[in-house]
C-alpha cells in the first residue's frame, strides 16, 4: 500500500425539510452542513480544514442551463466552492464549479483519485446540494431571499459542458428528462412483449423496494414505503406525468438536501491520525459518453454504460457477482433497467439496486444525486469490511457514464487508470441510424410518450422510421382523440404519415 494510494476519509449528508424559506439554508450552506458532516466523519472535524487543498462543488441546478428553469431573483453564490470554503474554514488552493450531469460526481471522484495518486492533491473535498424546495416554498409565500454571495479568490469554472441533445430535438420535447425517458421506457416495453397494464405493475415491482430503503433513510425527502400496485396506478396523487411514467416514477428534484466526501491518500491520513478504519479505496472507475439520441442504434440499451462498468470491473478485478452493494441511478425505471441489462444485473437482484432510496423516493438533488450515494455507501462497506460497493452514476438522457467500484480492502500498487479517451472510441465508432429533420409520407412509430399536464394530456411526442429505415422525430396533432388513441390501443409500430413544415414534424397515426 503505496503513501500515494488514493482513499475517501470521510462521507456526509444533510437533509432540510420543515424549516420556514427565510429561516433555511441556501445552496451553499446545505453544502457546508454536509461538507462539515463528511470532515467529522473522519474523527478531525474542523481541524481537517486547513489541509483541505482543493473544495469542488457540483454545479447546482439554476447554474445549470442557458434556459433557466426558475428565475428566482434571490441572487447567487458567484464563487461556489468558495462560499462552501468559508463556511467550513477552509481556504483550498484550488476551487472547482463542476460541468452538469449526474455522472459528475463520480468522474470527480475518478479525478481526484488520479490526482492524490500524482501528487498533485493532498486533501480533497467534494460537496454539492440543491435548495429546491426552500426557492419553491419562498416563491409560493411571495418570501424575497437574499442568496447573493460574494467570495474573493481563484474559480475554475468548468461551464455547463457539451450539450446532448439537438435544437432539432428540444424543438419536438426530446431533451426534458420527464419527457425523454418515458420514449425509453415504451420501447423496453415492446422488448419485453408487455401491455401497458402489465410493464405499469412490472416498473412498480421494480422501484417498490427503492420506497423501503428509503422509507429507512433518515436523509431521504420522500421516504415513504408504497406498494407495486401503489406505484403502478396512475391515479390521484400518482397522474401521469408522461405516459407511461405516473408521478412516483419519475426523479423527485424539489428538495434540499447536500452531500460531501472528503479524499486523501494513505500518507496523509496517516500523517493525520486517522484510522485505517475508515479508509475506503476506489478499486475500479470507468467513463464513457453516448451518442445522440437521433442516431443511436437502439432506443433500450447504452453501450456507453455498458463499456464504463465493464472498465470499472475489470480495473478491480471482479465480476459482477462480486459486489455486495449497488447503487445505481435511478431517476426513471428505465435508467434501472438499462443498467441492468448492461451490467448483468436482474431487477430483483437480491441485494438490492440502491443504497438511498432513488432519486424518485430518497431524493434528486441535482447533478449531485450520486454524491449522496457514494457517501451513504462508506458506512456499509466500513461495517462490512473487504465487501465491494458499486455506484452507477449517469447524466442527460443516458449521455454521459460513471462508473465506481469502492471497498476497504486495499488496493495494490501505484494507482492508476486506463484514460477515458482511450477506449471512447469504442461507442464513437458504432455506427449512426440513419436520421433526418425533414420527414415526409408514410412512417412507423418506434417509440412515442404523452405529456401530461394538471388536467389531462397535452402533447405526444413521436420517434418514428420512414419506410426506408430514416429515423425521425415529430409531434403529433394534440386532440384529445389522438393523444388518448396513443395511450389506450398498442402504438409500438403503429403506421401513419409524417410531414414537415418550418422545422417542425407531424405525425398522424393511421
Given amino acids: 500500500m503505496e503513501d500515494s494510494t488514493p482513499i475517501l476519509i470521510g462521507g456526509g449528508q444533510f437533509t432540510e425539510k420543515g424549516v420556514a424559506p427565510d429561516k433555511a439554508h441556501p445552496p451553499m450552506g446545505i453544502a457546508a452542513e454536509a461538507a462539515k458532516a463528511a470532515m467529522a466523519d473522519t474523527g478531525l472535524g474542523a481541524a481537517l480544514a486547513p489541509h483541505i487543498c482543493t473544495l469542488a462543488m457540483i454545479r447546482i441546478f439554476p447554474d445549470s442551463t442557458n434556459r433557466p428553469r426558475v428565475t428566482h431573483g434571490f441572487g447567487r453564490a ?42 498533485d492533491v493532498s486533501m480533497a473535498l467534494i460537496a454539492g446540494a440543491e435548495a429546491i424546495q426552500t426557492t419553491k416554498d419562498a416563491m409560493r409565500l411571495g418570501i424575497k431571499l437574499d442568496w447573493q454571495e460574494e467570495d474573493d479568490g481563484s474559480l475554475e469554472d468548468r461551464g455547463i459542458g457539451a450539450g446532448f441533445i439537438t435544437p432539432h430535438e428540444f424543438a419536438h420535447g426530446i431533451g426534458i428528462p420527464i419527457q425523454t425517458y418515458p420514449l425509453f421506457e415504451n420501447v423496453i416495453r415492446g422488448r419485453q412483449g408487455h401491455t401497458v397494464e402489465q410493464h405499469l405493475h412490472a416498473m412498480g415491482a421494480l422501484f417498490a423496494p427503492f420506497t423501503r430503503v428509503a422509507a429507512n433513510n433518515p436523509y431521504a425527502f420522500y421516504g415513504t414505503a408504497r406498494t407495486a400496485e401503489e406505484l403502478a396506478n396512475p391515479t390521484g396523487s400518482n397522474r401521469y406525468i408522461s405516459f407511461p411514467y405516473p408521478r412516483w416514477m419519475n426523479a423527485m428534484d424539489g428538495v434540499n438536501q447536500g452531500s460531501a466526501v472528503v479524499m486523501t491518500s494513505v500518507g496523509k491520513a496517516r500523517e493525520l491520525g486517522i484510522p485505517q478504519d475508515k479508509w475506503v479505496f476506489v478499486h475500479g472507475v470507468g467513463e464513457a459518453v453516448e451518442k445522440l439520441i437521433s442516431v443511436r442504434q437502439r432506443l433500450d440499451r447504452a453501450p456507453a454504460m455498458k463499456l464504463s462498468g465493464r472498465k470499472a470491473l475489470d480495473m ?30 436482474a431487477y430483483d437482484d437480491p441485494r438490492g439496486l440502491t443504497v438511498t432510496g432513488g432519486l424518485p423516493f430518497f431524493g434528486g438533488p441535482g447533478n449531485s444525486y450520486s454524491l449522496n450515494a457514494i457517501a451513504a455507501m462508506l458506512p456499509k462497506l466500513r461495517t462490512k469490511p473487504g465487501a465491494y460497493g458499486l455506484i452507477g452514476a449517469n447524466g442527460g438522457y443516458l449521455s454521459k457514464q460513471g462508473t465506481g467500484i469502492y471497498s476497504t480492502t486495499p488496493t495494490k500498487g501505484h494507482w492508476t487508470r486506463e484514460n477515458p479517451s482511450s477506449y471512447q472510441g469504442e461507442i464513437d465508432s458504432l455506427p449512426d441510424v440513419p436520421f433526418t429533420e425533414t420527414p415526409s409520407g408514410n412512417a412507423t412509430i418506434e417509440t412515442y410518450t404523452v405529456v401530461f399536464g394538471k388536467t389531462g394530456p397535452e402533447r405526444g411526442i413521436v420517434i418514428g422510421r420512414q419506410s426506408g429505415g430514416t429515423r425521425f422525430v415529430a409531434n403529433t396533432p394534440g386532440d384529445a382523440a389522438t393523444l388518448n388513441g396513443l395511450m389506450e390501443k398498442e402504438s409500438l409500430g403503429r403506421p401513419g404519415t409524417v410531414s414537415s413544415h418550418d422545422g417542425r414534424n407531424v405525425f398522424v397515426p393511421a
Fill in 78 to 119: 458567484e464563487n461556489p466552492p468558495r462560499a462552501v470554503a468559508r463556511r467550513i474554514g477552509a481556504d483550498p488552493r484550488n476551487a472547482i464549479y463542476t460541468q452538469v450531469g449526474g455522472n459528475t460526481p463520480q468522474k470527480l471522484v475518478s479525478e481526484m483519485c488520479e490526482r492524490i495518486a500524482a501528487g
Fill in 316 to 345: 478491480a478485478g471482479i465480476g459482477i457477482d462480486d459486489i455486495s452493494f449497488i447503487d445505481l441511478y435511478s431517476c426513471f425505471p428505465s435508467a434501472v433497467e438499462v443498467a441492468c441489462d448492461e451490467l448483468g444485473l
